[in-house]
């Protein structure tokens, strides 16, 4: 079984996602651990698309909200390496290049040599 865990937080990251995790579902032999880091959270900008797109509810949900450029990257590096640490995962999927993804490459890139990672924009 291969893990992977795969980041979304904003509205362009979860119609990147969607068939991802759609395609995911049909390989057995993949486990996806899907991770919402919240940086868009409101009914409109983020449970909308869920339902719409048939996106499965995250495994675990940063809860990062609102904040500068700076305040959404740090609070997700923070939320974020204890759910490596605790998944183990195989791979790392980051789609988009939205603050609260990127935020997950400097953590990946300390990984690198345990963890793949895949980046798609």
Known sequence: MIKIICI???RPNFMK???????FGRHPGIQPFLVHTGQHYDEKM???FFRELGIP?????LGIGSGS???QTAEVMKAFEPVCLEQKPD?????GDVNSTIACVPRLAVESRRVAMQFFT
């Open 91 to 95: 791979d790392v999927l980051v789609v």
């Open 57 to 61: 509810k995250p495994d675990v949900n």
């Open 69 to 71: 450029h700076a305040v």
């Open 46 to 48: 983020s449970d909308l």
């Open 8 to 10: 979304a937080g904003a």
């Open 17 to 23: 996602i969607a068939p991802i995790m759609e395609a």
